[in-house]
């Protein structure tokens, strides 16, 4: 099955609709399509190119994310509701493109944005984020899987990087989190296997467990801010053991291995 038309009665894609089709290259989503179901196209790794038409309103959750030949996507601004992961794990991914601007979403240098809340929902390979204030958290999964991605940098605005924002990332060499984030969620960097130098900026309070999980080539972790740092394995726990972070051989053994499992705070 490489090429589907659907027939213009259909207004629905139905939730696992075309499940792990890898052979399937080519696809029409005709102007009757209101809504893309949860995981509809997961696993599709053989589909290039999809075009989504303006009747489109809501992309489900995971419902392209393993489409690792999709190499652009153009999302209408019909479409107001896009779940977690919707394009997680498109590693080809090259081009974002909303077009124009309905006030939930936007897109800017390769990024969808979600634009109230600010938070970066997707990114690429390409994607450079924006330092106009619009993004102040890269949200869950933005960069899942994007093994394409050699280099980003997060600009002063943004205070927090989600869950899993980069896991996957194998490309990624190094990065610097600004002084202006708070802090790391879990796996934020994990399976980042080859990064090797990371600088955490001085106003980062909390990194929770997993958040270099996997980063088997780190060699260095510089803190900006050394004092005060504790580690636990209760969530927000007001007290743990203290430990010294001013070595950055040291600090990567603690990340990678022997505290992985907890969570840090700087009081």
Known sequence: ?????IPNSVTSIENYAFDNCSSLINFVIPDSIIRIGYNAFVGCSGLTSITIPNS??????????????????TIPNSVTKIGMS????CSGLTSITFAGNNNV???????LIQTADKILILGCKNSIIP???SVTSIGYQAFGGCSGLTSITIPNSV??????AFGGCSGLTSITIPNSVTSIRMSAFGGCSGLTNVTIGNSVTSIECYAFNGCSALSSVTFTNTTGWYVTK?????????????????NTYYLVSEYYL????RK
């Not at 099955?1 to 038309?5: F, G, L, S, V």
């Not at 919707?86 to 794990?89: C, L, P, S, T």
């Not at 205070?159 to 899993?164: A, L």
């Open 131 to 133: 330092t106009d204030g």
């Open 86 to 89: 919707a394009f997680d794990d």
């Open 1 to 5: 099955m490489k090429n589907i038309t």
């Open 234 to 250: 209760t969530e927000n726990a007001d007290g743990g053991t203290y430990i010294r972070v001013g070595n950055p051989q040291t």
């Open 105 to 111: 979403y936007h897109s800017n240098g390769n990024c």
């Open 262 to 265: 907890y969570y840090w705070y």
């Open 56 to 73: 489109v309103t809501s992309i489900g959750m995971s419902a392209f994310a393993g489409c690792s030949g999709l190499t652009s996507i």
């Open 159 to 164: 205070t927090s990087i989600g869950i899993s």
